[in-house]
C-alpha cells in the first residue's frame, strides 16, 4: 500500500461524512472499501498556497469508473497538504460523491 505514507496520526479524513483520524485508521477505511478496482478521471484540480509553512490545499473532481458498473460516479475532494522537511503528507481529506 503505497499510500501509507501520504498520512500520519494527526491527519483525517472524512469520507461520506464518517470522519476517521489516524494513518492506521485511514488505509483500513481505505483499503476495505468494497471494490478492488477504481479508475479515477480528473476533470478539475484546484490548488492555493496554505499558510506560511508552505502547505498546499487541493481541490479535485471528477468521475470515478468501478470495474464491472456501466455509470461512472462524480466525485470530489479535498486534500491539506502539509510541508515536512521538503516531503508532504495528506493533514486533512475530505471526500464526497457527487449525486445528481
Not at 46 to 51: E, R, T, V
Not at 81 to 90: A, F, K, P, R, T
Request: aromatic share 12%; with cysteine.
Amino acid at each position: 500500500q503505497w499510500f501509507v505514507s501520504l498520512y500520519q496520526e494527526g491527519s483525517m479524513l472524512t469520507f461520506e461524512g464518517q470522519k476517521i483520524q489516524g494513518s492506521q485508521n485511514i488505509v483500513a477505511k481505505l483499503t476495505g472499501l468494497p471494490f478492488q478496482q477504481c479508475k479515477h478521471n480528473i476533470t478539475t484540480v484546484d490548488c492555493q498556497p496554505s499558510g506560511p509553512a508552505g502547505g498546499m490545499l487541493v481541490f479535485v473532481s471528477g468521475n470515478l469508473q468501478l470495474a464491472g458498473e456501466q455509470h461512472a460516479l462524480k466525485f470530489s475532494q479535498m486534500f491539506h497538504l502539509i510541508s515536512n522537511q521538503g516531503n508532504y503528507y495528506v493533514f486533512n481529506d475530505i471526500f464526497r460523491l457527487n449525486y445528481a
